[in-house]
């Protein structure tokens, strides 16, 4: 069996003092012998880990000790070498760039649907009312080429700091229909969905993103495998690295 534990986790929370947060978490990672990257700004934490399960989860359970990060919730997966050369802690002006100030998660998420009920949607062809669905993919192109759900919109973005024009200029079409956006682990979509629906959108996001789909039903309605940024580039619909990865 695979050996370290992979841990990719985000939470929007208002943090005042980052870079004293950033001092006291380095040092605890340093300690615990943690490879990877913790990014904290005013907005909140995002993070990716990896090591031996016990450090981490350690490491995490402290984390959580801060009523700040009470509620951060991680997505686990298992490799047999760690796919991080290094530890970084930085602190950024946001912890997932999208250079929309008045977007802001930290002071309310925005409504999110569950795997299990976007499943049974898709399954069923509509929501529960009756209304077309529609999977809009916040990714990069180059992510999206390794794989996205069948029948996705995807606008061809290079980063995510063009989303929320992209949105805009596909507006009309998306009107009227539930929609539902999605990323990799939740973050972008998290935001993504907060600005679909200031566009007067009705906006939902995949609650766990990618990886939370893989944990719960595979690969359904879904096509090829899910770019990560670390040395496995991409996890099947087995949360494994895919094959000749």
């Not at 682990?185 to 993103?209: M, P, S, T």
Request: charged share 30%.
């Amino acid at each position: 069996m695979a050996s370290v534990l992979n841990v990719s986790a985000y939470l929007f929370t208002r943090i005042d003092d980052p870079a004293a947060v950033r001092d006291a978490l380095r040092e605890r990672a340093v300690e615990a012998e943690l490879r990877g990257t913790i990014l904290l700004a005013e907005e909140g934490i995002n993070l990716f880990l990896a090591g031996p399960a016990d450090p981490v989860r350690a490491f995490l359970d402290e984390l959580r000790t801060d009523e700040r990060f009470a509620a951060l919730e991680t997505k686990d997966s298992w490799s047999d070498a760690v796919p991080l050369g290094k530890l970084l802690v930085k602190v950024k002006r946001e912890i997932i760039r999208m250079d929309r100030p008045e977007v802001r998660p930290q002071d309310g998420r925005a409504p999110a649907v569950s795997p299990d009920t976007l499943r049974r949607w898709l399954d069923r062809g509509t929501d529960d009312a009756g209304r077309e669905v529609v999977l809009v993919d916040t990714r990069n192109a180059f992510e999206v080429d390794y794989g996205t759900f069948s029948g996705a919109k995807d606008w061809r973005i290079e980063r995510f700091t063009q989303f929320p024009d992209a949105a805009s200029s596909h507006r009309d079409e998306l009107a009227g229909k539930t929609v539902v956006s999605f990323c990799t682990g939740g973050i972008r979509c998290e935001k993504a969905a907060l600005y679909l629906r200031d566009e007067g959108l009705d906006a939902y996001q995949l609650d766990g993103g990618i990886l939370g789909w893989f944990a719960a039903h595979g690969d359904a309605h879904w096509d090829g495998d899910c770019f990560v940024f670390d040395e496995r580039e991409a996890l099947d619909a087995g949360l494994a690295p895919r094959a000749g990865a």
